[in-house]
């Protein structure tokens, strides 16, 4: 099993800057891809941003540019760095795991508010 902590939600004003935080503890050395996915209210869970076990990373077009995916394996926690946010960011941002072998896990997520 593979246990997710999210950390780093919260308020904050249009243009401003948030830091998520999502540390795996359990089964994690085959872990592979660490990612962020969101769910704004009221619509489907879509993907945010992912990062493989060598740093490859991917992105969903509308955070280019102003998100930054990163991980520290040897801490086995993976953040996202959000900047220049956007009220149409406000969601809640789920960390998600995914093993060599296929195997997804999720963490219970944190709300991000962009409001003024």
């Known amino acids: 099993q593979v246990q997710l902590v999210e950390s780093g939600g919260g308020l904050v004003q249009p243009g401003g800057s948030l830091r998520l935080s999502c540390a795996a503890s359990?089964?994690?050395?085959?872990?592979?891809?660490m990612g962020w996915y969101r769910q704004p209210p009221g619509k489907e869970r879509d993907l945010v941003a992912t990062i493989t076990r060598s740093g490859s990373t991917n992105y969903a077009d509308s955070v280019k540019g102003r998100f930054t995916i990163s991980r520290d394996n040897a801490k086995n926690t993976v953040y996202l760095q959000m900047n220049s946010l956007k009220p149409d960011d406000t969601a809640v941002y789920y960390c998600?795991?995914?093993?060599?072998?296929?195997?997804?896990?999720w963490g219970k997520g944190t709300l991000v508010t962009v409001s003024s």
């Open positions: 359990g089964i994690i050395f085959s872990i592979n891809v």
């Open positions: 998600k795991v995914t093993h060599y072998y296929g195997e997804e896990h």
